[in-house]
């Protein structure tokens, strides 16, 4: 273990004023977590900066599903595993999850996926409850910073337990709020790593996978009667003329919008403990289900026949709060409220990605652009990007226009993408494009600004550096490009080599030939910080091994 | 019983400082023994877009965000883009505007000194607003930011 760079301070209570995120990451230390995996994404990043920060073992995978799989095996050998990702993230990762929940583990297995309702940095607002289901494991959800830090370590005893994926699902307003949490360190012991030999439950063919489907099954009924009767579900008596079922967040503004009323709160909301809900709905004279995102308590419920208020359409949209309960409980339509005038984000003075997208928009370029600061190119004045779907997606959908359109279209098609998002899923749309080159060939421009900017600069593969910062060896698009066979690799520098960037670009465009173009220029807020890194590595003391021999005596 | 919540927002533009301030807001209140919850949203704040900040505090706080109409203090440290949350200040909500400092000579110490603003109206003893400060910054930003901090809490300023 590192020298924590940081030490969570309590007050003479014993308590601390932290993030959800900062308050996983505390219960991961306590719970001697084996290795924190992850990637970067709003508003899941700082769980394994303040892991790290506090001692713990953490890293950055190349993507979710690397991250989900590293984990795994963490746990198939009897480790603790934390994985933490946005929710978008857990569809890369979704292949490693739902078989491993046919699967089992050894060890622990949590996965904190954090979702983003409103999108304030996201493509899209899905609900991750809806994977718990799918996939068949246990979903915690906690409603600040304290039930954040007890709900990660409930989350290990449960998957141990029950050698099951657990997924502790935390939205922004956890993830970001802080809020007051009384540390105890009172979770289960961690067990000890060990390979175990187990063919039929670690290799899922089908003649092993069909029992592990029946033994998932299985183990979730018993989970669902533990939660009946064990989990961690709080009941606020109050009136019986209201009965509010809710879970996380909404939790807190339930409270707040009808103090009088009982609330039952759900912190394990998969598998549901249907007969607690049922019997907890019978008791009250109205029974509202609240929650944020998708209606998935209020369809479940209403399945099941508890007798729960319809929820309207429109809060299915954008964050609850307060002042939405209050009208979701007075009932009829939702107020429409006009969107307050904010200033939206841009690229920064000074952003390479500035110069880059000036010279994709002088040659009229139609830009399949990618997720990261660069996509706010498709923003006023420069609207020089034009689509983006998710992550990695530039390459393939670039080659998908090339094929279509008409050949003097076809030849403006330009993908665009960033150093990190390239080497989390952008390889192999670059190999696809290598196999099956459009007949007017392609172009790829990597704009490498040397960071993951858009998360809030952290390491990855391509930097040379580990998420501490410390040094790792560094992966470089522009050989993996010449590896897969692209004749024409050509690194520039986007803000002092603009005129010669246009100038190639013009040509590979003209040409049929595949082409990968790296814009290459340290995102302008990393640069400082990038320089201290990089002193820090050059002073710090040589590891001692094999190359660095003690003098010997004579 | 519970005492009432009171209810301060902190907004902006990236790169002005709202998430420090509130930090340190929320430091002083956590240190003054209250409930507090501090709610933001990160992410984007670094390019220059909109920030806001919420900060709760009382003998218990349930919601981390503001309800509609019920910001008490509205810290507004870019005004003119504070138009979509004068519409949420209680009908005795206070504002809070760069106009009410006088003789900051560090313009980026403008955050700081509009917490010594709030400070006026708060609960919260000096010594422990200088304990979260310090607890905020660096040593060697610590004189200016205190020096800062005094001024708009001393400062004879008028406020909307």
Not at chain 1, 197 to 214: F, K, L, S, W
Not at chain 1, 340 to 347: A, C, D, E, I, S
Not at chain 1, 412 to 418: A, L, N, P, Y
Not at chain 1, 485 to 499: D, L, M
Request: proline share 7%; charged share 20%; hydrophobic share 40%.
């Amino acid at each position: 273990m590192t020298q924590p760079k940081r030490t969570i301070a309590l007050n003479a209570q014993g308590v601390a004023l932290l993030s959800g995120d900062e308050a996983i990451a505390l219960a991961a230390l306590h719970c001697g977590v084996t290795l924190g995996t992850g990637y970067p994404g709003t508003p899941s990043t700082e769980i394994l900066e303040t892991f790290s920060d506090l001692g713990g073992k953490a890293q950055w995978a190349p993507n979710e599903k690397v991250a989900a799989e590293v984990a795994l095996g963490v746990a198939f050998a009897s480790g603790r595993a934390l994985v933490t990702m946005k929710h978008v993230g857990l569809n890369v990762a979704a292949d490693v999850l739902f078989t491993s929940a046919y699967s089992g583990v050894s060890g622990g297995y949590v996965l904190a996926c954090a979702d983003d309702p409103g999108m304030a940095s996201s493509q899209n607002e899905q609900d991750t409850r809806r994977y718990a289901v799918a996939a068949g494991v246990p979903m915690l959800e906690p409603s600040n910073s304290q039930e954040a830090y007890d709900f990660a370590g409930l989350a290990f005893a449960i998957s141990e337990r029950w050698q099951i994926p657990v997924i502790l699902r935390i939205t922004t307003r956890v993830c970001h709020s802080h809020t007051i949490v009384k540390p105890h360190g009172k979770f289960t012991a961690p067990p000890t790593p060990c390979f175990v030999n187990n063919i039929p439950e670690r290799v899922m063919v089908p003649a092993h996978a069909r029992p592990a489907h029946r033994r998932l099954r299985k183990k979730l009924a018993e989970i669902k009667a533990w939660n009946e009767s064990e989990g961690p579900h709080r009941i606020i008596a109050g009136s019986d003329d209201l009965g509010i079922i809710t879970s996380g967040i909404a939790t807190m503004h339930a409270l707040e919008a009808a103090p009088g009323a009982s609330v039952l709160q759900l912190g394990m909301t998969h598998p549901l403990p249907m007969d607690l809900i049922r019997s907890f709905a019978s008791r009250v004279k109205r029974c509202v289900a609240i929650e944020e995102g998708d209606p998935c308590l209020n369809d479940a419920l209403r399945a099941a026949g508890v007798r729960v208020e319809p929820r309207l359409e429109s809060y299915r949209f954008g964050e609850l709060n307060v002042t939405r309960v209050r009208h979701l409980l007075a009932g009829g339509e939702e107020p429409q409220t006009v969107p307050p005038r904010m200033k939206p984000p841009q690229l920064c003075e000074g952003c390479p990605h500035r110069s880059t997208f000036s010279v994709l928009k002088e040659l009229d370029c139609i830009v399949a652009g990618d997720i990261g600061c660069y996509t706010l190119a498709a923003m006023p004045p420069l609207q020089a990007l034009n689509t983006q779907i998710c992550m990695g997606a530039s390459i393939g959908m670039g080659l998908g226009m090339r094929h279509t359109l008409p050949e003097d279209q076809a030849r403006r098609v330009v993908s665009v993408i960033g150093d990190s998002t390239f080497l989390h899923s952008g390889v192999t749309g670059l190999i696809e494009m290598a196999y099956n080159p459009p007949a007017t060939g392609h172009v790829v421009v990597i704009v490498d600004n040397s960071t993951t900017a858009m998360t809030g600069l952290q390491e990855h593969p391509g930097t040379g550096r580990k998420l501490d910062h410390s040094r790792a060896s560094k992966v470089a698009p522009e050989e993996i490009a010449r590896a897969l066979g692209i004749p024409n690799v050509q690194v520039f520098n986007p803000v002092k080599e603009a005129a010669r960037f246009k100038q190639e670009l013009q040509s590979a465009l003209a040409s049929s030939a595949l082409s990968v173009f790296i814009a290459r220029q340290s995102c302008i807020l990393a640069f400082g910080k990038i320089k201290a890194y990089e002193k820090a590595i050059a002073e710090a003391p040589p590891a001692c091994d094999d190359t660095c021999a003690q003098p010997v005596a004579e | 019983m519970d005492t009432p919540v009171i209810n301060i927002k902190i907004a902006g533009l990236g790169g002005m400082g709202v998430l420090s301030a509130s930090t340190i807001l929320a430091e002083a209140i956590f240190l003054a023994g209250y409930d507090v919850k501090k709610a933001e949203i990160h992410g984007m704040s670094q390019r220059g877009g909109s920030v806001a900040s919420d900060i709760r505090f009382g003998t218990r706080v349930l919601s981390p965000m503001i309800p509609l109409g019920e910001v008490d203090y509205l810290v507004a440290i870019a005004p003119e883009w504070a138009d979509a949350h004068r519409a949420e200040l209680r009908p005795a909500g206070r504002m809070l505007v760069p106009g009410d400092v006088d003789g900051l000579e560090n313009p980026r110490a403008l955050n700081v000194a509009l917490l010594g603003v709030l400070s006026r109206f708060l609960p919260i003893p000096e010594a422990i607003w200088h304990k979260a400060l310090e607890s905020g910054f660096p040593a060697k930003l610590h004189a200016s930011n205190l020096a800062a901090f005094q001024l708009g809490r001393d400062g004879s300023g008028k406020t909307h």
